[in-house]
Nanobody, 126 residues
Framework: QVQLVESGGGSVQAGGSLRLSCAAS????????MAWFREGSGKEREGVAA????????IYADSVKGRFTISQDHAKNTVYLQMSSLKPEDTDIYYC???????????????????WGQGTQVTVSS
C-alpha cells in the first residue's frame, strides 16, 4: 500500500502563488507515476499534472500549462505542485495520486490511479 498526505493548500489572491506537497510512504518502490488532480465539476476528478517517478517526464492539463509545475524529490518521496498566476477558477480541492500501472496508461485519467490522498483546499480570490 501507498499512503499519500497533501499539504500546502490555503487562500491566495488572484495572480498569487502556492506550492502543494505530497508525501508518500509505504510500498512506493514500484510506483510509476504520481499526479495532482482537482475535484472539478464533473463525475470524474480533473487531472492537473503528472510526473514519471523514474525519469521526471511531465504532462499538464491545458488549463494550467505554463502556470503550474510538477516536480519530485526522490530522497524525500515527495511530489510538489508549484502554482503561479493563480486564477479564481483554480479554486478547488486538490488531490495527490499514485499509480503502479505501466507508463502507457493515460496519465491524467482518474482511472489510472489507485492510491489517493485526502485532498487539500486551494482558494483563489478575485
Amino acid at each position: 500500500q501507498v499512503q499519500l498526505v497533501e499539504s500546502g493548500g490555503g487562500s491566495v489572491q488572484a495572480g498569487g502563488s502556492l506550492r502543494l506537497s505530497c508525501a508518500a510512504s509505504g510500498a512506493t518502490s514500484s510506483t510509476t507515476y504520481m499526479a495532482w488532480f482537482r475535484e472539478g465539476s464533473g463525475k470524474e476528478r480533473e487531472g492537473v499534472a503528472a510526473i514519471d517517478t523514474g525519469g521526471d517526464h511531465t504532462i499538464y492539463a491545458d488549463s494550467v500549462k505554463g502556470r503550474f509545475t510538477i516536480s519530485q524529490d526522490h530522497a524525500k518521496n515527495t511530489v510538489y505542485l508549484q502554482m503561479s498566476s493563480l486564477k479564481p477558477e483554480d479554486t478547488d480541492i486538490y488531490y495527490c495520486a499514485a499509480t503502479k500501472r505501466p507508463r502507457y496508461f493515460a496519465q491524467l485519467s482518474q482511472a489510472t490511479y489507485t492510491n489517493w490522498g485526502q485532498g487539500t483546499q486551494v482558494t483563489v480570490s478575485s
